[in-house]
């Protein structure tokens, strides 16, 4: 596609549901980034996709996270348990295999209640 | 070390003025330099950005300088406009790794 796409744009959940945080790299870009922003602070890296593996996952705060990405495009955030602390947007990026053209979607914002 | 640290946390400069941003890294690795702007309910979108082989890159209002030798880069926005007011993210890295500054709000009074 044009750009990266997510989805849902917002989602509320009860403590406790699980959610999935769905994103559309852009057609091409091999590399797909998950990051979250608390409101008002920075970017807070979670995890990096070179096709279908992830060699960096570093960055997920519990084994409640976890992530996958199938086809080498699609992928999907998933977060278990949700928890209020988990309440944030959330943010895809996708690049070529050399980081260029590093974008990001407009996020998902999701409020746990 | 992997930090990038981003001065000030927020700014504010009136309408006509100069708008300047520091970032400091620490891996001499590092080799690509962007500046991403974000609006409120919107993803960061990529500004300008320099590589070290270049002290200097301007693209109309908006101008990195680059330090190699001080491991600094900064942000200058000639001229600002309220439709300037944003956060700013300096990044700093090499092939797919971005180590990210932690922002910059930025408002402009008109």
């Known amino acids: 596609g044009a750009g990266v796409s997510q989805s849902p744009s917002n989602k509320v959940t009860e403590k406790g549901k699980d959610v999935e945080l769905r994103c559309d790299p852009i057609?091409?870009?091999?590399?797909l980034y998950w990051y979250r922003q608390s409101l008002g602070q920075g970017l807070e890296f979670l995890i990096y996709?070179?096709?279908?593996?992830?060699?960096?996952k570093s960055g997920l705060p519990s084994d409640r996270f976890s992530a996958e990405r199938t086809g080498g495009s699609v992928s999907t955030l998933t977060i278990q348990r949700t928890q209020q602390e988990d309440s944030a947007v959330y943010l895809c990026?996708?690049?070529?295999?050399?980081?260029?053209?590093?974008?990001f979607g407009s996020g998902t914002r999701l409020t746990v209640v | 070390q992997q930090q990038v640290k981003q001065s000030p946390q927020s700014l504010i400069v009136q309408k006509g003025g100069i708008s300047i941003i520091n970032c400091a890294y620490e891996?001499?690795?590092?080799?690509?330099f962007p500046w991403y702007q974000q609006f409120p309910g919107k993803g960061p979108a990529l500004l300008i950005a320099?590589?070290?082989d270049v002290s200097e890159k301007k693209e109309g209002r908006f101008t990195i300088s680059f330090n190699k030798s001080a491991k600094q880069f900064s942000l200058h926005i000639m001229d600002s406009q309220p439709g300037d007011s944003a956060t700013y993210f300096c990044?700093?890295?090499?092939?797919?790794?971005?180590?990210w500054g932690a922002g910059t709000k930025l408002i402009i009074k008109p």
């Open positions: 990026a996708s690049s070529d295999r050399r980081g260029r053209g590093y974008t």
């Open positions: 057609s091409g870009h091999t590399a």
């Open positions: 996709f070179q096709g279908n593996s992830a060699p960096d």
């Open positions: 891996n001499t690795a590092f080799d690509y």
């Open positions: 320099i590589r070290p």
């Open positions: 990044a700093a890295g090499s092939n797919y790794q971005l180590i």
